[in-house]
T-cell receptor, first 113, second 113 residues
Framework: AQSVTQPDIHITVSEGASLELRCNYS??????LFWYVQSPGQGLQLLLK??????LVQGIKGFEAEFKRSQSSFNLRKPSVHWSDAAEYFC???????????FGGGTRVLVKP | DGGITQSPKYLFRKEGQNVTLSCEQN?????MYWYRQDPGQGLRLIYY???????QKGDIAEGYSVSREKKESFPLTVTSAQKNPTAFYLC????????????FGEGSRLTVL
């Protein structure tokens, strides 16, 4: 069965500092990997996705993620955080066929001024 | 504008009552999904449907029921058999190609009094 672990429940970062959110997955085949962001009381928005090819993926809002097969990881990064990046972030893994996604528990990001 | 509309946004119910959450999409997507979100647990799949008049159980289907009589609509009924129904419920849709991107509604928060 596929699973996703996000080890950090909360992260606090100063505005302008860099941000890295960790994601580890378990999946028996080539995974489809995603990062979504959720503002309070809202639905989820796709930040970026990895299917194949270049292991460094660029997304919206200045985010990027790197797929490392040897470490079963798909960490999300942003070089300089803005106050509007305060939100909850979810990593997800999908099956090769169909769109059933398994989500991690989420990481809530707080941005200090 | 195309999107997914969930209603109501907030719902209160007494124990023992069934309640139905509405989800409508105008994205012309074949697949629709219901997820439940609890703090620290991420999103868990309740039911999904990849075509009209067909649906499958997800990971936590017990105490829930769905129907898919129209492509645009995928209502979720939370029955009195659901032991812990208080949660945030998210509806999503997608194409059935293997792009994996889910489009989410803004959610419905159900509180059982």
């Amino acid at each position: 069965a596929q699973s996703v672990t996000q080890p950090d429940i909360h992260i606090t970062v100063s505005e302008g500092a860099s941000l890295e959110l960790r994601c580890n997955y378990s999946y028996g085949a080539t995974p489809y990997l995603f990062w979504y962001v959720q503002s309070p009381g809202q639905g989820l928005q796709l930040l970026l996705k990895y299917f194949s090819g270049d292991t460094l993926v660029q997304g919206i809002k200045g985010f990027e993620a790197e797929f490392k097969r040897s470490q079963s990881s798909f960490n999300l990064r942003k070089p300089s955080v803005h106050w509007s990046d305060a939100a909850e972030y979810f990593c997800a893994v999908g099956a090769l066929a169909g769109n059933k996604l398994t989500f991690g528990g989420g990481t809530r990001v707080l941005v200090k001024p | 504008d195309g999107g997914i509309t969930q209603s109501p946004k907030y719902l209160f119910r007494k124990e023992g009552q069934n309640v139905t959450l509405s989800c409508e999409q105008n994205l012309n997507h074949d697949a629709m999904y219901w997820y439940r979100q609890d703090p620290g647990q991420g999103l868990r799949l309740i039911y999904y449907s990849q075509i009209v008049n067909d649906f499958q159980k997800g990971d936590i289907a017990e105490g829930y029921s769905v129907s898919r009589e129209k492509k645009e609509s995928f209502p979720l009924t939370v029955t009195s058999a659901q032991k812990n129904p208080t949660a945030f419920y998210l509806c999503a849709s997608s194409t059935t190609t293997n792009t994996g991107e889910l489009f989410f509604g803004e959610g419905s928060r159900l509180t059982v009094l």
